[in-house]
């Protein structure tokens, strides 16, 4: 799965990136596959997608938000789909 993940993000060595497409070129199972496992992605996106908050409510420390911030932006660099809240 990490390499599937790894593979659709863009984040494979090119070299082994290189090696699986040429696979796909011969495997119609893995073609398959990998299009039932970007579809999964997609379903569970759609399937949590929630309209981003305009503002922050004041009541919520400074702090909290620049953490939760921090940890969209790590799920974006691997590869999750997140809206930032600001």
């Given at each position: 799965m990490e390499f599937m993940m790894d593979y659709l993000s863009n984040e494979l060595p090119e070299d082994s990136?290189?090696?699986f497409e040429r696979h796909l070129t011969a495997c119609?199972?893995?073609?398959?596959?990998?299009?039932?496992?970007?579809?999964?992605?997609?379903?569970?996106?759609?399937?949590?997608d929630v309209p981003p908050?305009?503002?922050?409510?004041?009541?919520?420390p400074e702090a909290l938000v620049q953490a939760i911030l921090a940890a969209q932006r790590q799920a974006v660099r691997q590869g999750a789909q997140v809206r930032l809240v600001r």
């Open positions: 990136r290189a090696i119609p199972h893995c073609v398959r596959y990998l299009k039932t496992y970007q579809t999964t992605i997609t379903l569970c996106r759609e399937a949590f908050m305009r503002t922050v409510p004041a009541e919520i």
